[in-house]
């Protein structure tokens, strides 16, 4: 049987690559990240994402940096670093670029478009362009299926994503042109974002537009029919009874043990609406909308 993995980058940190940029302001930078947490040790994930926006990976020095900081042995840090595909155990690219090919994106092209940047780039998914350029991730659903299929450079969205827009795409971040994430976000570097991943605000965080169309879509729905929610005393009935719809336009009538395991969450989205529209938030880190 073969010893290959499937993932590629599941290894261990490179110790090979004892190379890094760490200065002592870095060192101070990652103290005060530790300083921010009542348990100094929950800092480390913020702590990894500064070691990679300084040294472009998690470098063995980085690692030991972190754990004499916070307390902890190289292989509590490294199990961390490991564990979660946002760190890198091999050089990133200036922009790293990630293609989603989850249920959603993948029934909307997500695959095609993967197949596409990587015959563009000239690397496989885990690899990164030999004059450091660029880097490619196939990930996992980042929570914005509404805009599929989703690519991501430097953590930012790029809404709705064809080969040919991300073809165009690449060429200008090759040739250094200004590119903006499709929800506002000028692209800066994978290192910037890592920087703010690590809690050293960009200036960028209140850029974009608020929540899109596609992800409204399901609360101006609710609004038009008037489906509001039934309080928690009046959906205590028989499983199995038919209670009017609270919608008098479709007429459709409900199972009331259908109506208690939907409405609450009716109730809760159709609050949200009727609030200020919410912003849609940056998008590094994973998916927030
Ligand atoms: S499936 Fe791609 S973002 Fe959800």
Redesign the pocket.
Known sequence: MSDETHFASSGAIDTADRSSDLAEADLEALRTIAARYPRSRSAIMPMLHYVQSVDGRVSPRGLEVCADILGLSTAQVSAVATFYTMYKRRPAGQHHIGV?T????AVLG?DELLTAVSDKLGIEAEQTTEDGMFSLERIE?????DY?P?MMVDWEFMDNMTPDKAGQLLDDLASGREVHSTRGPKITSWRQSERVLAGFNDGQAGQGPSAGEASLRGVEIAHERGWVAVPETQTAKPAGKVVKQANATSGVETPAATKRAVEPAFKATVETAASPKPKRTRTRAGGAK
């Not at 659903?141 to 299926?145: I, L």
């Open positions: 989603c989850t249920a959603l994106c997500g659903c980042n929570a914005a299926c599929a989703i």
